[in-house]
């Protein structure tokens, strides 16, 4: 494996936009933007400054592609993304609305058109930016009519407030439905090497060309217990189970754009130099029979 951090080294993915061109190209190896917030996904991080030198190292390690949400804190995150890295030179800012948030790790859907509108907007401001280059909603609100917030994002998309809109937390069926409204971009859906129950809507973004960003990225549970094929593939290659559950997706599929989260410089290195890391055949295979 590359003993130097490098996200180039993960490959490229540009984002299909909702006007025609094609959009921003980025590195595929991206970061979450989700731990640089406190306990709970609340308030301020445990050690703020730690969280800005995290951030300012994004770029020096070639990540171009940071997701965040405007539920992150609320709005934390947002917050020291500008602090740490305006104007944003050579980088891919996505972030995400439609959860609101009443107290750590609360978490409820709110679709109405009017509120989506208001909290895109909302981001622009946070973020610093005349439009966001994705903006994903966080989920589908089941109170609410889904076409109406399809609407909603095709306004966003018609004014010029986004670029790109993706979706999260999909089925097929309801990518197909946004579809038929707006063109979406990416969806961003819990997936990684001990879960794969959302394998049928990464094929499905594949064969459209639609970026997945997977969630949960490094979860492996007992899959990387010492002495499983996942420990023994990480120690053939001087890594850690976490780095090869990173490459294993990057091989997944071109159309993978995993974004590892942390608020720690060390752990954000170790994430990157998993792009460095490229499995044979047949420790790919291997990892591949491991789904559950």
């Not at 439609?98 to 509108?117: A, C, F, H, N, Q």
């Not at 401001?125 to 005349?130: K, T």
Request: net charge negative; glycine share 10%; charged share 20%.
């Amino acid at each position: 494996m590359s003993r130097t951090p490098d996200a180039r080294l993960s490959g490229t993915f540009t984002l299909p936009t909702g006007t025609g061109p094609a959009g921003k190209t980025v590195n595929r190896l991206g970061f979450g933007a989700m731990r640089i917030t406190g306990p709970g996904i609340w308030g301020e991080p445990a050690d703020r400054a730690e969280a800005l030198r995290t951030l300012r190292r994004l770029p020096e390690l070639g990540v171009t592609f940071i997701d965040t949400a405007d539920s992150y804190g609320p709005d934390v995150s947002e917050k020291l993304i500008r602090e740490a890295l305006h104007p944003y030179d050579g980088l891919v800012i996505a972030t995400k609305g439609g959860l609101t948030r009443t107290g750590p790790d609360v978490w409820k859907p709110v679709g109405r058109p009017e509120y989506l509108i208001q909290q895109a907007k909302k981001s622009c401001v946070q973020l610093g930016v005349e439009q966001i280059d994705l903006w994903q909603l966080h989920r589908i609100d089941p109170a609410v009519p889904r076409d109406e917030q399809f609407g909603a994002i095709r306004t966003l998309l018609d004014e010029g407030v986004i670029g790109s809109a993706g979706l999260s937390e999909v089925s097929v069926e309801e990518i197909e439905a946004a579809r038929a409204v707006f063109p979406v971009a990416t969806v961003q859906n819990l997936y990684n090497l001990g879960n794969r129950r959302a394998e049928a809507v990464l094929a499905h973004c594949q064969q459209a060309g639609i970026g997945f960003i997977p969630w949960y990225p490094l979860a492996a549970g007992d899959l990387a217990k010492a002495g499983s094929t996942l420990d023994s593939i990480a120690k053939a290659h001087g890594a850690g189970p976490s780095q090869i559950a990173l490459a294993w997706l990057l091989q997944r599929s071109p159309v993978m754009l995993p974004i590892p989260g942390t608020s720690k410089v060390r752990h954000l290195e170790e994430n990157v130099a998993a792009a460095g890391i490229r499995l044979s055949d047949d420790e790919f295979a291997a990892l591949d029979r491991l789904a559950v």
